[in-house]
């Protein structure tokens, strides 16, 4: 059996709910990416209806290595901020940066970036700058921005 990351069921289940979206900043029109083995692209890269592409990292956190996650975390959304820097490419000029979490590890990134002073955490959204961050349930999607993550503000459902 072929060792499956912990993210790909939680990609390939998103990618799955967006579809149903009716959104069209949300609703998939093309999908570039939905691995999280890819080295050159987002684990989730999608244009949507609207024109809008989404470079979005998934993080699902496996058990015995959460704690190390919420490190990971940042790493990646650094490095996917200079992918799209590096390309210089016009169909990534506008593209949005998000994070895709499960709703059963939301608490463990959200405590994990509690530890970090919020002003500092505001400010790695600017650097980056972090659209969106999703949690993903088998009911759900709701979106949330950088700060409301950090703050535990519900969000909004994506329709």
């Not at 400010?123 to 700060?147: D, H, M, N």
Request: net charge positive; glycine share 6%; aromatic share 10%.
């Amino acid at each position: 059996m072929p060792n499956t990351p912990y993210e790909q069921p939680l990609i390939d289940d998103f990618l799955c709910a967006l579809r149903r979206v009716q959104d069209p900043d949300l609703s998939i029109q093309c999908i570039h990416n939905q691995s999280c083995r890819c080295r050159s692209l987002a684990d989730v890269e999608f244009t949507a209806r609207s024109g809008q592409r989404w470079a979005i990292e998934a993080k699902y956190g496996a058990p015995r290595n959460r704690p190390n996650e919420v490190h990971k975390l940042f790493g990646d959304l650094l490095r996917e901020t200079g992918r799209l820097r590096e390309t210089g490419r016009d169909h990534r000029q506008n593209c949005k940066i998000g994070l895709l979490l499960h709703q059963d590890t939301e608490n463990d990134f959200r405590c994990g970036v509690s530890r970090i002073d919020r002003d500092k955490f505001i400010q790695f959204g600017c650097l980056i700058p972090v659209e969106a961050v999703f949690v993903f349930s088998p009911t759900y999607v709701t979106r949330k921005a950088w700060v409301d993550f950090y703050d535990g503000v519900c969000g909004t459902y994506v329709r």
